[in-house]
């Protein structure tokens, strides 16, 4: 993997300096000696200076591997974790060398994933460039709710693919693909890259994920252990209102949600309820947004009552997918209150301390229902 550079803003980084040749992982510059050797002129003196040197070259490796490994192409990307505002920006520059495929096609496209998780959740991808092998996207894909504590422990995946040009064809394998461990990001500062794509590459799927849910098939091969598996994260307001006398709830967004349906994504809503209260001004729901994994919402719900009688209170908030004529499923929830933990905790307490302030956060949900006592 070959860095460029480092740049202070996103926005800056329209232009990049032509970059040293891309190698392959045995240290060989693209190029085979079988032609060098057949084209050689018979008189030694006019022999090319290159091969008096053999003793550069690297352990000889199988042919096929190496042709396979730089034939394929580069991309060049920039990548900044936004920490302020809980996002990762992605930004696809342009591809240079693609190998063309059997197809001959020449519209080809940018598909992102962030591993291990399911597929369709955090799958992004720009637009389609047509009729060019060397594509320029610069187009950002944006991922919301990312934390310092993704970043220890994702990784991004980058394919570069082909649009097939009847929607009835299969989708084709990538031309290429690329992983980068987003570990070592810095946090607010742009990082540039210009990196060899690689074969497409299968690993074993673990036994908990749940494969009829859309479930990605890659895994990360860094870490040893499989993470417990993510039902997505929601991004909520609170504000309590000195003027009305009672509690705003905003909800505002999800991102990454489990998908629920054979589709491999959700119709998902959600609902609050103020725990202990009863009566339907205790209930809320939002509208259900339909076949996707990355809900906006942006709607807002009202609780009337003093500060110290909702302290001793628990904002349930609840994820679902809505189905026609059957049960709704539960994708997550997450339970806010003095009685909780961490973030939750800090920010229902925070928002009552602090009247007239709209506090934002986002919280992981937990697979577990409700178990709410009387």
């Known amino acids: 993997m070959e860095e460029l550079s480092e740049t202070p803003l996103i926005s800056n980084l329209q232009g990049f300096s032509e970059s040293a040749p891309c190698l392959s992982p045995h240290g060989g510059h693209r190029g085979s000696s079988k032609q060098e ?6 008189h030694p003196a006019v022999a090319p200076t290159i091969s008096s040197a053999p003793q550069l070259q ?24 936004d920490e302020d505002n ?31 998780g399911a597929s369709k959740a955090s799958q992004l991808r720009t637009r ?21 504590q993704d970043a220890g422990h994702k990784t991004l995946r980058l394919c570069v693919c082909e649009e097939p040009r009847l929607r009835r064809r299969r989708q084709a394998p990538p031309l290429g693909e690329l992983r980068v461990p987003l570990r070592k990001l810095v946090p607010n500062r742009a990082r540039s890259f210009d990196v060899c794509l690689e074969k497409r ?32 994260r929601i991004l909520l307001s609170l504000c309590y209102s000195s003027q009305r006398g009672g509690l705003l709830v905003g909800v505002l967004r999800c991102a990454h949600l489990a998908p629920m349906d054979a589709n491999g994504y959700s119709d998902p809503f959600v609902r609050l309820f103020l725990h202990p209260n009863v009566g339907k001004k205790s209930k809320y729901k939002t509208s259900v947004r339909k076949k996707t994994l990355n809900p906006e919402f942006n709607e807002e719900f009202f609780y009337a009552g003093l500060r110290e009688e909702l302290a001793q209170k628990t904002l349930l ?10 049960a709704n499923d539960f994708i997550g929830g997450v339970q806010l209150s003095s009685r909780a933990s961490g973030e939750r905790q800090r920010h229902w307490c925070e928002c009552l301390t602090h009247s007239d302030c709209r506090l934002e956060l986002w919280h992981a949900l937990d697979s577990v229902p409700f178990q709410l006592s009387a």
């Open 58 to 81: 690297p352990d000889p490796e199988p042919e096929g591997d190496s042709d396979d490994s730089t034939a394929l192409g580069t991309l060049e990307f920039t990548l900044l974790f």
């Open 201 to 232: 590459r299968l690993t074993k799927r673990p036994k908990s994920l749940d494969t009829a849910r859309g479930m990605s098939l890659y895994e990360e091969e860094v870490e040893a252990e499989v993470a417990e598996e993510e039902r997505g």
């Open 128 to 148: 389609t460039v047509r009729g060019t092998w060397g594509p320029v996207w610069e187009e950002t894909l944006t991922y919301h709710g990312f934390t310092r």
């Open 86 to 116: 809980s996002a990762l920006h992605c930004t696809a520059h342009r591809a240079k060398g693609l190998k063309p495929p059997a197809s001959g096609s020449v519209d080809t496209y940018v598909k992102a994933n962030l591993l291990p």
């Open 317 to 326: 908030v609840s994820v679902w997918d809505y189905d026609l004529g059957t």
């Open 37 to 42: 050797a057949a084209t050689a002129d018979p």
